[in-house]
């Protein structure tokens, strides 16, 4: 299976600031159809998970554009512009390009 | 809007079996890849199961092979999965998704707990 590993596990941030995790998989995560099919979850405490971002940089309807994704091949990166209180949770990435579909283990982001 | 509901959930035993059900409405159910996805208490998510529109392929996580169903009524726009064997670490909430094609799942329900426990 591939392994998705994001790094860091919990990330602690100051209203306004910055934030960034990290994602990289065990193998490329590039599909026969060209695409790369990695995607960002995001889990507010007691909710079910929220897709942020797909193929990579493709933000959903609703997501603020504050949320934005990059990378390729293996190593990709969700980067928060300016955190919010609302932003607190856990963010999962996932691949979906081979089966079975995997998820990191998640990042929680709160506020310091 | 679309909607998903999740029901069936309880606690069972070791060795117990439960049907899950998930609800669908507010789009073309029969159109789409629908998934489980699970997710045990403080852990991460899992893919489970997934199945295609006309329930004539199915794929599962290695965990749950040959003790999962996962099937479709697409009369009564539903899902199921059936779980045999239960063991402890199949405890967690059970998620039912529509599929998105690889880009993961972009409607979720709100979840139906599984407890194994004696």
């Known amino acids: 299976d591939v392994v998705m590993t994001q790094s860091p596990l919990s990330l602690p941030v100051t209203l306004g600031q910055p934030a960034s995790i990290s994602c990289r998989s065990s193998q490329s995560l590039v599909y026969s159809d060209g695409n790369t099919y990695l995607t960002w979850f995001q889990q507010r405490p007691g909710q079910s998970p929220r897709r942020l971002l797909y193929k990579v940089s493709n933000r959903d309807s609703g997501v603020p554009d504050r949320f934005s994704g990059s990378g390729s091949g293996t190593d990709f990166t969700l980067k928060i512009s300016r955190v919010e209180a609302e932003d607190v949770g856990v963010y999962y990435c996932m691949q979906g390009t081979h089966w079975p579909h995997t998820f990191g283990q998640g990042t929680k982001l709160e506020i310091k | 809007e679309v909607q998903l509901m999740e029901s069936g959930g309880g606690l069972v035993q070791p060795g117990g079996s439960l049907r899950l059900s998930c609800a669908a409405s507010?789009?073309?159910?029969?159109?789409?890849?629908m998934s489980w996805v699970r997710q045990a208490a403080g852990k991460g998510l899992e893919w489970v199961a997934n199945?295609?529109?006309?329930?004539?392929?199915?794929h599962y996580v290695d965990s749950v092979k040959g003790r999962f169903t996962i099937s479709r009524d697409n009369a009564k726009n539903s899902l199921f999965l059936q779980v045999n064997s239960l063991r402890a670490e199949d405890t967690a909430v059970y998620y039912c998704a529509r599929d998105a094609a690889g880009s993961g799942w972009f409607y979720w329900g709100q979840g139906t707990l599984v407890t194994v426990s004696s």
């Open positions: 199945i295609n529109q006309d329930g004539s392929e199915k």
């Open positions: 507010g789009f073309a159910f029969s159109g789409y890849w």
